[in-house]
């Protein structure tokens, strides 16, 4: 279904391109700014089974956006520039930020770079547990799993499932299916507690995953002490924040923000919600992030910023850098606003 689904998203993106509908479109569903959304950046591998990718995109896709940013005349700014120009509608220039989610070291080494080519500041969410070492990156440890097995046992409500893996495609279906089961799992522990037992069962060290992964508090200080670098918070252990009590989710949000701030010795302003969709995170949740005074907490729902955005400061659509859709004919689609336009039905608002 996955492939299915992607397979249809490229074939809209190319069908926006070729017909050049999102020429036309652009005035109308461009709004006056975007937000992108990006996790890993890092040079592409090779390998059939990367269930992953879409969280990765390589530093030339990076670069060819910032390029084409350029050349569009879009302003590159800073999440507390894009509060200024919302509250004090300031749409005078389109203008354009970039957020990095999770805090992988990848952001240091690949995306730093790039951005410094073209003096753009962005925005990395950190999950305070990944910085401390201490986190559960499980998507990372099931593709591991996966990866190294030629077949896979789980026991999915009571019945022992046997999944094939031994080939790129059924491994890929067997992730799929244990992924959405994964996420659909009540809380937080139950899903800790399944991956940690398949990681053991196959003898993958997961507790190596993080700090192999992400930066540590003392990298990230040095980290955002360039003038270019933002931290923002992403919560304390990466939970599905709409699957918690108001009490957790508000301690998930306040507590990853506290720990950043003591340990950059800088303030930590916006927000993004894990996982960020609409299970992810709704209204109960944009209030909490509003309480917990953030000036700014962004979704993973796809969206243009519009002045009505003003009005939902902690409800922010975001275009996704998708790493399966590394393909530069797509750059003026994505800005456009048509593709964002289209997944919505043509809303301007998503905040319900
Ligand atoms: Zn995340």
Redesign the pocket.
């Known amino acids: 279904m996955k492939q299915l689904r992607n397979n249809v998203i490229r074939a809209g993106l190319g069908a926006l391109y070729f017909t050049g509908a999102h020429h036309l479109l652009r005035p109308i569903f461009a709004g006056v700014g975007t937000i992108f959304m990006l996790?890993s950046v890092r040079p592409g591998r090779n390998g059939a089974f990367q269930p992953n990718r879409h969280l990765e995109v390589a530093p030339e896709f990076l670069r060819a956006m910032l390029s084409h940013l350029r050349c569009l005349g879009i302003d590159i700014i800073t999440m507390d520039d894009v509060y200024r120009r919302l509250t004090e509608r300031d749409f005078s220039r389109r203008f354009a930020s970039f957020t990095f989610?999770?805090g992988y070291r990848d952001n240091r080494d690949f995306a730093l770079p790039v951005m410094r080519e073209f003096e753009a500041p962005f925005t990395v969410h950190v999950?305070s547990n990944f910085a401390q070492g201490v986190g559960h990156l499980w998507w990372i440890a099931l593709e591991m799993v996966i990866a190294r097995v030629s077949s896979i046992e789980v026991e999915i409500d009571g019945i022992a499932t046997r999944f094939d893996a031994s080939t790129p495609a059924t491994k890929q279906a067997a992730f799929d299916r244990l992924h959405d089961w994964l996420r659909g799992l009540p809380a937080g522990d139950d899903l800790q507690r399944e991956i940690t037992a398949l990681c053991a069962r196959h003898g993958l060290d997961e507790a190596a995953i993080c700090p192999e992964l992400c930066m540590s508090y003392d990298e990230l200080k040095s980290f955002a002490d360039d003038p270019l670098v933002s931290l923002g918070a992403?919560s304390v252990t990466?939970c599905n924040l709409a699957g918690q009590s108001p009490e957790v989710a508000s301690q998930e949000m306040a507590v990853s923000r506290a720990r950043i701030e003591n340990a950059v010795q800088r303030p930590v302003v916006h927000l993004?919600y894990?996982?960020g969709d609409r299970l992810a995170a709704g209204p109960r949740e944009f209030a909490l992030a509003k309480a917990a005074g953030f000036k700014t907490a962004v979704t993973t729902r796809p969206g243009m910023l519009f002045p009505e955005n003003a009005g939902y400061l902690t409800a922010l659509p975001r275009v996704s850098l998708n790493g399966n859709y590394q393909d530069e004919r797509i750059l003026p689609v994505l800005t456009s606003g048509a593709a964002t336009a289209m997944w919505n039905g043509f809303r301007r608002i998503d905040a319900a």
Do not use: G, Q
Request: charge should be negative; proline fraction near 11%; glycine fraction near 0%.
């Open positions: 996790h989610d999770d999950t992403h990466h993004a894990p996982y």
